[in-house]
């Protein structure tokens, strides 16, 4: 029996150290992997400075395009309000408008694409902050969801639908009984600044609000000036679901 007891006693001498040393590497691999995340949470993050770099560059390029379009229109109308106006010279403005127009849909491709880009990386980096800081609470996301809109002086109704992706916000939009079209834009210390791009007549204004508990207040500004139609308001809106 004592030397039961004592073979016994020996195995797990033996054992013991064996089975703590199978387990140490589980620390250092953990480190490593930590350390891992944050130099490709580093690397994004320059890369991110790149995309916003090109973003730029590209928005430029997109604005550029779209004065082209409204610059040939309006030699367009200036030359068919003339009454010496010749078929030919028609014919030149309607190449060159419909050149412009597709230089002006090429650079609207090309700046969705980038917006794209900034929010996968955007995607990216918040994986990577998460990896490296541990297990912490995702803060809530103020922005995304659809919204009931008033619009003011017109008093118009519509539906927001806003996605945020890091800083970038991009939606749609439905005035009720009236147009439709999509939003571009940023989500930056609680304030949206958004463009609006009409289905029909394009980027045709531009969207500010400061973002509350479900609740947008904010200010509306025309990118063109129309007769008889205000140029500038407001706009409140109301989170479907919130309180």
Request: aromatic letters at 6%; a neutral charge; zero cysteines.
């Amino acid at each position: 029996m004592i030397r039961a007891i004592a073979g016994w006693t020996l195995l797990l001498v033996l054992f013991l150290p064996l089975a703590a040393g199978a387990q140490e590497p589980s620390a250092p691999a953990t480190a490593a992997g930590a350390a891992s995340a944050q130099m490709e949470l580093r690397l994004e993050r320059r890369l991110l400075s790149l995309d916003l770099v090109s973003y730029n560059e590209v928005r430029e390029r997109e604005r550029r395009a779209r004065e082209r379009v409204a610059a040939v229109l309006g030699r367009l109308d200036k030359a068919l309000a003339s009454d010496a106006v010749s078929l030919g010279a028609l014919e030149s403005l309607q190449d060159e408008l419909s050149n412009a127009r597709e230089a002006a849909h090429t650079a609207e491709n090309r700046l969705e694409s980038q917006l794209e880009k900034l929010g996968e990386r955007l995607r990216r980096i918040a994986l990577l902050e998460g990896e490296t800081a541990g297990v912490a609470p995702r803060p809530a996301d103020p922005v995304t969801g659809r919204w009931r809109v008033t619009i003011s002086p017109q008093g118009f109704a519509a539906t927001y639908s806003f996605r945020l992706n890091g800083t970038v916000v991009t939606g749609s939009y439905q005035v009720d009984g009236g147009t439709s079209g999509s939003f571009r834009g940023s989500f930056v210390n609680g304030n949206v600044r958004l463009e609006r791009i009409d289905s029909q007549g394009g980027a045709d204004s531009v969207w500010e609000g400061t973002v509350g508990s479900n609740r947008i207040d904010g200010t509306w500004t025309t990118n063109e000036l129309v007769t008889g139609q205000p140029n500038r308001g407001t706009w409140t809106a109301v989170r479907e679901g919130g309180s």
